[in-house]
T-cell receptor
Framework: GDSVTQMEGPVTLSEEAFLTINCTYT??????LFWYVQYPGEGLQLLLK?????DKGSNKGFEATYRKETTSFHLEKGSVQVSDSAVYFC??????????????FGQGTTLQVKP | NAGVMQNPRHLVRRRGQEARLRCSPM?????VYWYRQLPEEGLKFMVY????????ESGMPKERFSAEFPKEGPSILRIQQVVRGDSAAYFC???????????FGPGTRLLVL
């Protein structure tokens, strides 16, 4: 079945460091891919998405490129801030007829940014 | 436009009691998804509903769990005879058409004593 695998956390970085959180997926066809962020005690917020191969999603300095050849959607940011500390979830959604739009999530990666 | 609303935000129940979780989707959204987040885990899909219809309940436990989305009012996730293993955060998400982005509520954190 479909699945999403993320790198294990926690990831601890100093402010202004470069961030990469790895995400790979297993799915038939061409799913849409998402990154969601969850701040402590809150629900998930959509960070960025990509709906087809080679698309790049970007938002708030974060980027991720849909790589079909490596079935990956790694999240990157050039310079993290303390306020980026949160849990990041990679997810996929199979689209098209017969699919109900449910999201399949990875286990989440906790990011801690220290000043 | 108000976001997805869930209540209560926190719910404490003793084993054997019933838990009723409510979700009001964003205005104009007629699709609702429920997900469960167990401690230290990612979110797992439970059920997808449209108004008055359950479309996909493949993630729902076979017993004690039920969901509805009536013509009027919020979507309800109901857990009967709760057990400690039901302790989790339950998130609701809504969307307009099927393949549009899902917007999440703040969640209900259920604690079963």
């Amino acid at each position: 079945g479909d699945s999403v695998t993320q790198m294990e956390g926690p990831v601890t970085l100093s402010e202004e460091a470069f961030l990469t959180i790895n995400c790979t997926y297993t799915a038939t066809g061409y799913p849409s891919l998402f990154w969601y962020v969850q701040y402590p005690g809150e629900g998930l917020q959509l960070l960025l998405k990509a709906t087809k191969a080679d698309d790049k999603g970007s938002n708030k300095g974060f980027e991720a490129t849909y790589r079909k050849e490596t079935t990956s959607f790694h999240l990157e940011k050039g310079s993290v801030q303390v306020s980026d500390s949160a849990v990041y979830f990679c997810a996929l959604r199979r689209d098209g007829s017969g699919n109900t739009g449910k999201l399949i999530f990875g286990q989440g990666t906790t990011l801690q940014v220290k000043p | 436009n108000a976001g997805v609303m869930q209540n209560p935000r926190h719910l404490v129940r003793r084993r054997g009691q019933e838990a009723r979780l409510r979700c009001s989707p964003m205005k104009g959204h007629s699709h609702v998804y429920w997900y469960r987040q167990l401690p230290e885990e990612g979110l797992k899909f439970m059920v997808y509903l449209q108004k008055e219809n359950i479309i996909d309940e493949s993630g729902m436990p076979k017993e004690r769990f039920s969901a509805e989305f009536p013509k009027e009012g919020p979507s309800i996730l109901r857990i009967q005879q709760v057990v400690r293993g039901d302790s989790a955060a339950y998130f609701c998400a809504s969307s307009p058409p099927l393949t549009e982005t899902q917007y999440f509520g703040p969640g209900t954190r259920l604690l079963v004593l």
